[in-house]
């Protein structure tokens, strides 16, 4: 009654009745008749209210509404001008309880004196200011468990100490504000080790959010506080062993995937006796049980190998699971019987991998009062440092053909955990590889691979490309992956001609020897609304490096182009314009079709790609021009209609350098007001580059006789792009013999390389990758 109040704020007029009867601790009643009126004698509008305390729920419940009805006593719902029960009206309850939500306290295991990882999660409703923060309450005998502050990664904007409560040692773990902690799920990750002495009961830990954390337990709660259990500390059973599966056993370590786990464990006598045994098996965080997993408990001995897999190693069968209750990467098992003291009891439970594998990698066992070491998990097969990017983030140019001007490229970086002989790539419907009988098709992959910082050995390494196949949307490649590595893998691929959602492509390989390799997913690129129409024609010039290049643009657009729209044609790297640098230079475009356009704006910006500094050029235009009735027909007017082309012709000199086939497009886009509306892509067209400073003499020591074996040739030369292949042709005289040469790096690596076997059949013409 301390709350209750007939004319809260807001009311104009006092609430007609006193404290009311409460019933079933929520319904509050009125039995004497309340009289209220709508409107004073003067017309006034009268409002009523009341003020009531109540204690909340821990959890907001499904119908989170308060109900309330005038006439709640009549025992029949009337119908009619009879009616007893005319006004009700329900209002909305708080949807957001302040409440500590999900904590969890997530152990390896209680074995006694073990150093192990107890994983802490918590859920905040409330916005943490500074000096706020959460209180970790380890609970009674907990005076012996040392746990340090999680790692830096989990205490971002947060100070943490580790201490014991003056008076009963009871662990604590503060965690302090310092910036802001947005409310949501949390994970710190403690490093602990057991007491040394077995602990029966279970250690109940208290999370909670507090004004002052450092001051407990003078504190004010800010989200009540939530008690959650903990772990007893048991000693340690006779053995706890993973065993290697297979496909039989439905083995498959690939992430996401399903996968059979045999393990096998043996008891230590008892200190206390148990009526019915009962367990906790912990997977890797990630994996994931099925809330009832009894049916995926294998405990038949002829099948926990396999079906018609006979065992390789003796044990005993497990006594039948009466439960097995999953819950995420925990299952929680109960016998009817207590587990038998000395047999090696073996079984397999199914479960789903994780996506990503956890620091933790392991399974633990409890079973009654005896706890297991940590085992390995085996490592999930899954590509690292997965990254996917297309040359030109657009729908398909219509008409476009693998390796055609409109073909795109896509570049997949990927490391993989094992050495593996085939990588495929399915990607999403729309997206085409091309198909094996197009002769284009595989013809522009490129692999490279370098090594990471703990590989020894070559630095650089191109895997020989030893088949390749296609069919629309799958590729698959047949080659040599080794681990310790990192890929770079780039290859022809066409977009989707339509506008589609993102989706995920598939990247998988086949280990070395025809088993599971490793499987990573990575999202499509959202894609823009691609051209029309993008056409180049050569009018002057060569395609030779620094030289002028004079060509005809024809671009469509799939939208209108409207007033205020910019137009850009973006030009691969290292392209630039005559007379670049100089402010007096003018823009060297010039309309075509229509004859009179948008004056064109060219510009220039600096991109630094491995330490060097290439220009990256641009021509732009602006749909806003004056334009007369008389001038309309040869005019760019707005709204330009679809699929109409734009001609027009620019001036630029080519690099010294021929750009990365991934970089080397020329790409046309349409904005307004910075949001791209359409974009597409030609690619550029080839370059020939000099080779500079060359030299080429006879090694000191060479023997020049002619037609004799044991010539070196020195060669020094310095290339305008990086390459894969050199090739060596001794032209003339005629009469060059390469068949047994080796190349030798001189210079930096002082590494040697065989060359290729010669296509040509020709001994006078060297490869070497």
Avoid at 359 to 374: F, G, M, R
Wanted: contains cysteine; proline residues 8%; hydrophobic residues 40%.
């Amino acid at each position: 009654e301390d709350f209750f109040d007939r004319q809260p704020q807001g009311a104009t007029e006092l609430f007609p009745g006193d404290f009311p009867s409460v019933e079933h601790g929520v319904y509050a009643r009125w039995d004497t008749p309340l009289l209220f009126r709508s409107y004073d004698y003067s017309g006034r509008k009268m409002k009523y209210g009341l003020k009531l305390g109540i204690r909340l729920p821990w959890w907001p419940q499904t119908a989170n509404v308060f109900y309330m009805e005038l006439g709640f006593s009549e025992s029949v719902l009337s119908t009619g001008t009879d009616g007893q029960r005319p006004l009700a009206a329900t209002i909305d309850g708080p949807t957001q309880i302040r409440v500590i939500r999900g904590a969890d306290v997530d152990y390896l295991t209680g074995l006694v004196g073990e150093n192990q990882v107890i994983r802490v999660v918590v859920g905040t409703a409330t916005l943490l200011l500074p000096g706020e923060g959460l209180l970790f309450r380890a609970g009674e005998g907990s005076a012996f468990l040392e746990c340090a502050c999680p790692g830096a990664e989990y205490l971002v904007g947060i100070a943490c100490e580790s201490r014991r409560a003056k008076l009963t040692d009871e662990l604590l773990i503060e965690l302090v504000v310092t910036g802001t902690l947005l409310p949501g799920e949390h994970v710190f990750s403690l490093s602990c080790k057991n007491p040394d002495a077995i602990i029966s009961y279970v250690m109940n830990w208290t999370v909670g959010s507090y004004d002052d954390p450092t001051g407990f337990p003078q504190v004010s709660t800010i989200d009540t506080e939530a008690t959650v259990q903990g772990f007893s500390v048991k000693y340690s059973m006779s053995a706890f062993v993973r065993w290697p599966g297979s496909a039989a056993s439905l083995f498959d370590p690939r992430p996401s995937r399903r996968c059979g786990t045999i393990l096998a464990f043996s008891l230590n006598p008892r200190n206390t006796s148990v009526a019915a045994s009962s367990a906790r098996l912990r997977a890797p965080v990630g994996t994931t049980f099925a809330i009832d997993c009894l049916d995926d408990l294998i405990i038949d001995a002829s099948l926990v190998f396999g079906a018609g897999v006979p065992p390789n190693r003796s044990f005993d069968e497990l006594p039948p699971v009466y439960t097995c209750r999953g819950y995420e990467h925990r299952a929680y098992l109960t016998w009817q019987v207590p587990l038998e003291i000395g047999p090696l009891y073996s079984f397999r439970v199914l479960s789903t991998n994780p996506e990503v594998q956890p620091p933790e990698h392991v399974w633990t066992l409890e079973v009654d009062d005896q706890a297991s070491v940590v085992i390995a998990a085996a490592p999930v097969q899954r590509f690292a440092d997965v990254s996917l990017a297309v040359s030109v983030d657009s729908l398909r140019l219509p008409g476009s053909l693998i390796g055609s001007g409109g073909s795109n490229r896509l570049r997949i970086s990927f490391t993989p955990t094992l050495d593996a002989q085939t990588i495929s790539i399915h990607a999403p419907d729309g997206y085409s590889f091309g198909s094996s009988v197009e002769t284009s098709a595989c013809t522009g992959l490129r692999l490279q691979g370098k090594a990471l910082p703990q590989t020894t050995g070559l630095y650089l390494v191109v895997p020989r490309l030893l088949s390749c196949s296609t069919s629309q949307n799958i590729i698959d490649i047949s080659l040599d992956i080794l681990h310790g590595y990192s890929y770079t893998l780039e290859l022809d691929v066409l977009t989707p001609s339509k506008d589609t959602l993102p989706h995920l492509f598939q990247l998988f390989s086949t280990a070395v020897g025809g088993s599971l390799g490793d499987e990573a997913w990575v999202m499509s690129p959202n894609l823009f609304l691609g051209l029309a129409q993008f056409g180049i024609t050569r009018l002057e010039g060569d395609a030779e490096s620094l030289m002028p290049v004079r060509n005809q643009f024809s671009i469509a657009f799939a939208v209108q182009i409207l007033e205020n729209d910019r137009l850009d044609l973006t030009f691969p790297l290292g392209f630039v314009f005559p007379g670049s640098g100089s402010d007096a230079s003018p823009c060297p475009v010039a309309w075509i079709s229509p004859r009179l356009g948008p004056i064109p704006k060219c510009s220039c910006s600096i991109e630094l790609r491995r330490g060097q500094e290439i220009p990256l050029c641009s021509v732009s235009f602006f749909a806003n021009m004056s334009i007369s009735d008389d001038d309309l027909s040869s005019s760019l007017f707005t709204p330009w209609p679809v699929e109409k082309p734009l001609v027009f012709e620019a001036v630029v000199v080519n690099p010294a350098a021929v750009p990365p086939l991934f970089d080397n497009v020329l790409v046309a886009s349409l904005t307004a007001q910075d949001q791209t509306k359409a974009k597409g892509h030609h690619r550029g067209w080839t370059i020939m580059p000099q080779v500079s400073e060359l030299s080429l003499t006879f090694a000191s020591n060479s023997i020049l006789r002619a037609g004799a074996i044991g010539a070196a040739l020195l060669l020094d030369f310095i290339p305008s792009n990086d390459a894969t292949i050199l090739r060596i042709n001794g032209s003339k005289p005629t009469g060059w013999n390469f068949s047994i040469a080796i190349l030798c790096d001189i210079a930096e690596s002082q590494m040697c390389f065989k060359p290729l076997p010669s296509k040509e059949q020709d001994a006078s013409v060297m490869e070497v990758p």
